[in-house]
C-alpha cells in the first residue's frame, strides 16, 4: 500500500473560531467588474467567487464602504441594501461550495477623481496633497488632482461609513472584515507623515496619525467580535509619486496591481 503524503496546507485549520477547510487564503484581488451605475456586484461576481470555494478563506476584492470612498472604475461597494443584497447571493453560493468569505473595506481618499463624483466634487484625504497617481477611470486613466482636507466633521463621517459598511458586510452574509490600511489608500495617507501635515488631533506625532486608524478599527468592533476582524497594513508603496523634489520620482501605482 502506498504511503499517503501528508499536505499541512490543505489541513483544516481553526481561525479564531472560524473553522476553514484548509489553510488557503485567497488573496484580494480587483477585478473591476461591479461596471454599472451603482456598484452594485454582478452574477459573473458570484460564480467568479464561487469557483474559488475550494480556498479555506476568501478576502473579496476592495469593497467601497461609501459613495465617497471610491476611486477604481469597476470596483464594487458594500454601504446599501442593492449592494447588500447582491453580495448575499456571493456568500451563499461561496457557503454552499463549503468556503468562507471575508469583506475587504476600501476607501481610497485622495487616490481618486473628482469624474467619479455627480457633482465633480474633489477627493478627500488627510490633507490636501495631491499624490500624483494615475486613477482608473471609466474609459481609461487619469492623474489624481489635490484633493480637499478633510474637516473634523468628515473625519467622522468616514468612521461611521466604515461602521455601516461592516454591518451591510455582516448582513450580507460574509464570515469577517479586512480593513484595508495599507498601499495608498487613507488609512495609510493618515498614518504617513508625507501625507498628513495636519496640526490638530490626526496629525503631526504616530500616536495622532494612527488615531483614524483606531478609531475606524473600534467603529468595525462594534459590529463585528475581534477574531472576524482583519487589518491589511505595511509601508506606503514607493511607487507613490510626489510633487515635491525631495521625493524620488519612481513608477506610478498603475503599475502595481490593487490588492
Not at 494615475?134 to 473625519?155: F, K, N, Q, Y
Request: hydrophobic share 35%; with cysteine.
Amino acid at each position: 500500500m502506498q504511503n499517503e503524503t501528508r499536505q499541512p496546507l490543505l489541513e483544516p485549520y481553526m481561525l479564531g473560531d472560524l473553522r476553514l477547510r484548509n489553510r488557503v487564503v485567497m488573496a484580494p484581488l480587483t477585478r473591476t467588474r461591479a461596471d454599472n451605475p451603482g456598484h452594485v456586484p454582478t452574477d459573473l461576481m458570484r460564480q467568479y467567487y464561487e469557483q474559488r470555494a475550494s480556498a479555506g478563506l476568501i478576502i473579496s476584492e476592495g469593497v467601497w464602504v461609501s459613495e465617497n470612498a471610491q476611486g477604481w472604475h469597476g470596483a464594487p461597494g458594500i454601504y446599501n441594501e442593492t449592494q447588500r443584497a447582491a453580495w448575499k447571493a456571493i456568500t451563499d453560493a461561496v457557503h454552499a461550495r463549503g468556503g468562507r468569505i471575508f469583506a475587504q473595506l476600501w476607501h481610497q481618499g485622495s487616490v481618486s477623481h473628482p469624474s467619479f463624483f455627480g457633482d465633480g466634487r474633489l477627493p478627500v484625504a488627510p490633507s490636501a496633497i495631491n499624490p500624483e497617481q494615475l486613477i482608473h477611470v471609466p474609459g481609461g486613466t487619469r492623474m489624481s488632482e489635490t484633493p480637499r482636507e478633510m474637516t473634523l466633521a468628515d473625519i467622522q463621517q468616514a468612521i461611521d461609513e466604515y461602521y455601516n459598511s461592516a454591518q451591510v458586510a455582516k448582513d450580507a452574509g460574509f464570515d469577517g472584515v479586512q480593513i484595508q490600511a495599507g498601499f495608498v489608500y487613507l488609512i495609510q495617507q493618515f498614518l504617513h507623515e508625507t501625507t498628513n501635515r495636519r496640526t490638530d488631533e490626526y496629525g503631526g506625532s504616530i500616536e495622532n496619525r494612527g488615531r483614524f486608524l483606531f478609531e475606524v478599527l473600534e467603529a468595525v468592533l462594534n459590529v463585528w467580535p475581534s477574531q472576524r476582524v482583519g487589518v491589511k497594513a505595511g509601508p506606503m508603496m514607493t511607487s507613490l509619486v510626489y510633487s515635491e523634489p525631495c521625493h524620488r520620482r519612481s513608477p506610478p501605482l498603475n503599475t502595481f496591481m490593487n490588492g
